[in-house]
């Protein structure tokens, strides 16, 4: 099962660009929200930044992620929660991003909401169905989420998620303008 899954997803990716059958990988994390207690001491001449570490939680939130790995376009929205709905949501957003697609590939990992019946939850049957067929619903194997091309840039985002995102709106902010580079 794990080859199979693995070749399935490697072949997606030898494809050629086709704008009418676009490939996309797709992931979501968690985030946490916290900030200083303490203001950090800025460097000064023969000092580095001091900064405590004790901090204060803001709460949580998810981030969704696109991209489209053969001309470096992403998406990225923040939710406050990980459901179904905002599943739907995003997945919605992902297929107006190519109104001419015949059929969009989507590689993710098999989470509990990456499968069509989280639309037939959130939508009325007919729309469920039309947004379920605009997907080539392609699944890297349990443990290799590493294939997922998407979730490589997500790791670059972690090493920088020890700042201090003290709020939704500034990590809204962050991540759009990362969005919209070209490379990460």
Known sequence: MFLAQM??????YSLPYNPKHPVICFDERPCFL???VLQPIAMSLGQ???QDYEYEKHGSCC???????LTGRRWVKVYTQRTAKEYTDFMRFVAQQFPEAEEITLIQDNLNTHHPSSFYTQLDPAQALTLAQRFDWVY????????????????CRSAQDRLNWSSRLWLVSVLTAVSLRKTY
């Open 7 to 12: 070749e399935r997803v490697l072949c997606r």
């Open 34 to 36: 916290f900030g200083d």
């Open 48 to 50: 580095s930044k001091r």
């Open 63 to 69: 981030v969704l992620l696109a991209f489209e790995p």
């Open 140 to 155: 890297t194997p349990k443990h290799a989420s590493w294939l997922n091309m998407r979730a490589g840039p997500m790791g």
